[in-house]
């Protein structure tokens, strides 16, 4: 089965700086990568996802990369605001199953 | 995502018992995923309902069990609950057949076992 590996678990970054989380996953067949935001005690919410015929997705301060040759994505926040902190999930698979990496806990300094 | 609706919120049952927790999904989707999320880890794929059938399964014991109706909404049984079962359980809504892959998951429901 898909086994999906994310790294850092914790990121401290300066306000108004860049934070980047990496995602490795092993099956071939996964053609969908999204990534999660979950605030303390509340649901995971979609912020961006990329599709294994892209190679780059943006939507204003977020940014996503996939490398299928690789098999690794990236998530990159850029202009850093103290909202940003949270955990965040990488995830792969496709419509039936997704595998989510450990998480990221995002922290933003004020 | 708001149109995604789960209950209870919370829950408390001791071990050996038996719990029953629904989902319903976005209006228009027509697939439900199941999700457990342990304190502190990412979600874990339970399994999956689309057309009243359990389209795929993790890994997870046949205490584990599921049911789907015709209005698409969901339900979620374990049963003989073991301390481990205490996580958030987490549906996500899928339109199955528009090939975007989009899950949005509902508020979950924590389910705490004593």
């Known amino acids: 089965g898909e086994n999906v590996e994310q790294h850092p678990s914790t990121l401290s970054v300066q306000e108004g700086d860049s934070a980047v989380i990496k995602c490795t996953y092993s099956?071939?067949?996964?053609?969908?990568f999204p990534w999660y935001k979950q605030e303390l005690g509340k649901r995971p919410q979609l912020i961006i996802d990329?599709?294994?015929?892209?190679g780059e997705k943006k939507d204003q301060r977020i940014a996503v990369t996939l490398n299928k040759t690789a098999k690794h994505f990236s998530l990159h926040i850029t202009e850093t605001q103290p909202e940003d902190s949270a955990v965040y999930f990488c995830?792969?698979?496709?419509?039936?199953?997704?595998?989510f990496g450990t998480g990221t806990r995002l922290t933003i300094i004020p | 995502d708001a149109g995604v609706t789960q209950s209870p919120t919370h829950l408390i049952k001791t071990r050996g018992q038996q719990v029953t927790l629904r989902c319903s999904p976005k209006?228009?989707?027509?697939?439900v995923s199941w999700y457990q999320q342990a304190l502190g880890q990412g979600p874990q794929f339970i399994f999956q309902?689309?057309?009243?059938?359990?389209?795929q399964r993790g890994n997870f014991p046949d205490r584990f069990s599921g049911h789907q109706f015709p209005n698409y909404s969901s339900e979620l049984n374990v049963n003989a609950l073991l301390l481990g079962d205490s996580a958030l359980y987490l549906c996500?809504?899928?339109?199955?057949?528009?090939?975007?892959?989009?899950?949005?998951f509902g508020p979950g429901t924590r389910l705490t076992v004593l």
């Open positions: 996500a809504s899928i339109l199955t057949g528009l090939n975007n892959n989009e899950q949005f």
């Open positions: 099956d071939s067949a996964s053609n969908y």
């Open positions: 309902y689309y057309e009243e059938e359990e389209r």
């Open positions: 209006s228009g989707h027509d697939t």
């Open positions: 990329i599709r294994s015929n892209v």
């Open positions: 995830a792969a698979g496709g419509n039936e199953k997704l595998t």
